[in-house]
Structures are given as C-alpha cells and as structure tokens.
C-alpha cells in the first residue's frame, strides 16, 4: 500500500469511528428521551403497572390495574371460636307511668236523663260518645213512640233503655199501684215495638221521684214499691243534679246556665261522699244539654268512671 493508499484507509477508518460516536449519542438521547415519555406506558414486564397522569391519548385505552398483593400472608389458624357466654343485652329503659294523684278518689257515678227521648236526646248521644260515656235513659213510652230510631239508637250504642212509665201522667199513674204497674207494662210495649224486641231494662224512676206529695211521700210508696218489685223492678231516684225542672231555687236570678251548674256544684258538696252517685238530667230541657260536656268533663277530672244502673242490686231511695 502506497502513501495515498494509506492515507485514504485512515481517512475512511476515522469517518466511520465518528459515525458510530454519533450514532451511539443519537442512541443515547433517544432513549433518555423514551425514559421521560414512558410514564405514558406500563412497562409490559412489571405486573403492578403504573396508572397514566400525564393525560395521554385519550384513544389509548388503560389496561386493568391488577390489585397489589396483600402485605401479609393469611394463617391457616381458625378464627377464635365465640365463647358460650352471651353478649349482654341492654337493660330497657322505661318512662314509668303517672301515678295517680291519690288526693284524687275514683267514684263510680251513674250519669241519668230523665223525660225522653225528645229532639235534644241525638245531640245528647252525639255527646257521650265523644267522651265514650255510657249512660241510663229514663224514657217516657209515649215519647219512645215517637222517636222511635233515638229509642234503637240509645240500645244499639249501649246505654241502659230505663222506664219512666209510659204517660207521666201523675192523675193516671198514682190513682194506686195497679194503675202504676198497668202504665209500666204500656211502657214496655212501646219499647219493643220500637226497638224490634223487648229491649227495656228492669229499672224504673218514679216520676217526680219517690217523694212527691202525689204518691204520698216515703209512707205512700211503699205499695208501689212492692208492686213493681214483684215485676221484677228496682227503683232509682237521684242524689245529684242541676234543679233543670226546679228554677223557683234560681232566688238570686242568675243566668240559667249559671244556677244550673251552681246547683250541680251544691249536690256535689253534699254527696260525693255517699255512693252511689246517681246525676239527673232532663234531655227534654236545652240549657241542661248545653252544660253536657263541661259536666262530663269536670266528672272525669274528679276522678269519677260511669256506670249503668243495672248494674245496682238494690233501688236508690232518698
């Protein structure tokens, strides 16, 4: 090889020692740049691949995470068997009862009406079944003839159909015992005819009560007594009540209203102490029927309950 020869090799062989210089730095900075654009991927080979933040291609379609491994290895040793002690359970707590006033003494008060049924006795019942009352009816046969659906409703809502004799007409009744007992058994008629079926309870009232003058007082009462007792009766007067059918005690003139209830106040005083507590009330008498529910509701504020009077075993005589 001559000098020009020679020249050229080492010309050719150091042209291609700076190529592969270049192309080793080209190498080396397409990779460093790879490196920085790789958080883009999940390196095929790594299992737990890293989640893309860079926002990429929204074409590329993530492959899914699979889940790290557990950072311990369970135990094959069992969970600690329950003990045989159970939990303990919670002690209920309760908010006890009101007692009951014991200054406050419960009476068992019979709530009477007198006279009926009239056009005032639906508004009566309409009354006691707002305070669910049960009450006695005292009714006269001739008024049940006429209001014959009040006599049906007055049994159907389970109040007592009581007997007050059938005229209330004291120059038939008291002409002697056997007249008595003759209107009674009109009375009884009138009932079933109106109810559909024998319906009357075997409580009277004398009219004008057990000691009017007609009748002859105390002394005069004792052959009626005895013969409606052989009917199978008992006899019922009142020991409580608003003097609705006596306003010559209204000596102050008060409101009626007012005497009324000022003379329900007055038998109350007198009597509360002696059972059985028997209130009259004439539904035929409208200022009577107006006091209905403040009467009932100062009863239940006294502490009273409400019976039928049937439920007596012997007559109530003043």
């Given at each position: 090889m001559n000098s020009i020869e020679a020249k050229k090799d080492t010309a050719i062989r150091a042209a291609s020692r700076e190529t592969l210089k270049r192309a080793a730095a080209f190498a080396l900075a397409f990779l460093t740049l790879l490196s920085f654009a790789g958080c883009a991927r999940r390196d095929p080979v790594d299992p737990y691949e890293v989640v893309d933040i860079t926002g990429g291609s929204e074409a590329e379609t993530a492959a899914p995470v699979t889940p790290a491994p557990p950072t311990e290895i369970p135990t094959e040793a069992p969970t600690e068997a329950p003990t045989p002690e159970s939990t303990?359970?919670?002690?209920?707590?309760?908010?006890?009862?009101?007692?009951?006033?014991?200054?406050?003494?419960?009476?068992?008060?019979?709530?009477?009406?007198?006279?009926?049924?009239?056009?005032?006795?639906?508004?009566?019942?309409?009354?006691?079944?707002?305070?669910?009352?049960?009450?006695?009816?005292?009714?006269?046969?001739?008024?049940?003839?006429?209001?014959?659906?009040?006599?049906?409703?007055?049994?159907?809502?389970?109040?007592?159909?009581?007997?007050?004799?059938?005229?209330?007409?004291?120059?038939?009744?008291?002409?002697?015992?056997?007249?008595?007992?003759?209107?009674?058994?009109?009375?009884?008629?009138?009932?079933?005819?109106?109810?559909?079926?024998?319906?009357?309870?075997?409580?009277?009232?004398?009219?004008?009560?057990?000691?009017?003058?007609?009748?002859?007082?105390?002394?005069?009462?004792k052959d009626y007594l005895k013969a409606m007792h052989k009917e199978g009766y008992l006899a019922m007067d009142w020991n409580l009540g608003l003097n609705d059918k006596w306003l010559a005690g209204n000596k102050d003139h008060l409101p009626i209203e007012e005497y009324l209830w000022k003379s329900y106040q007055e038998t109350w005083s007198y009597f509360k102490d002696k059972p059985p507590l028997i209130l009259i009330i004439h539904d035929t008498e409208p200022a009577s029927v107006n006091l209905l529910e403040r009467l009932i509701e100062d009863l239940i504020a006294k502490g009273c309950e409400f019976g039928l009077c049937d439920e007596l075993t012997e007559d109530y005589l003043m």
């Open positions: 303990a359970t919670p002690e209920p707590t309760f908010t006890p009862a009101p007692t009951k006033d014991p200054s406050v003494v419960t009476r068992r008060v019979y709530l009477t009406f007198d006279d009926g049924p009239s056009k005032n006795t639906p508004e009566v019942l309409d009354i006691l079944k707002k305070y669910g009352v049960k009450a006695t009816f005292f009714t006269v046969g001739r008024f049940v003839s006429v209001y014959p659906d009040t006599a049906k409703r007055i049994v159907e809502e389970g109040h007592l159909l009581a007997c007050h004799t059938y005229s209330h007409d004291f120059s038939i009744i008291y002409q002697d015992p056997d007249h008595f007992v003759a209107d009674v058994a009109k009375w009884r008629s009138a009932v079933k005819k109106a109810v559909g079926y024998d319906a009357g309870a075997y409580v009277f009232r004398f009219p004008g009560g057990s000691t009017n003058s007609t009748i002859g007082g105390r002394s005069g009462r």
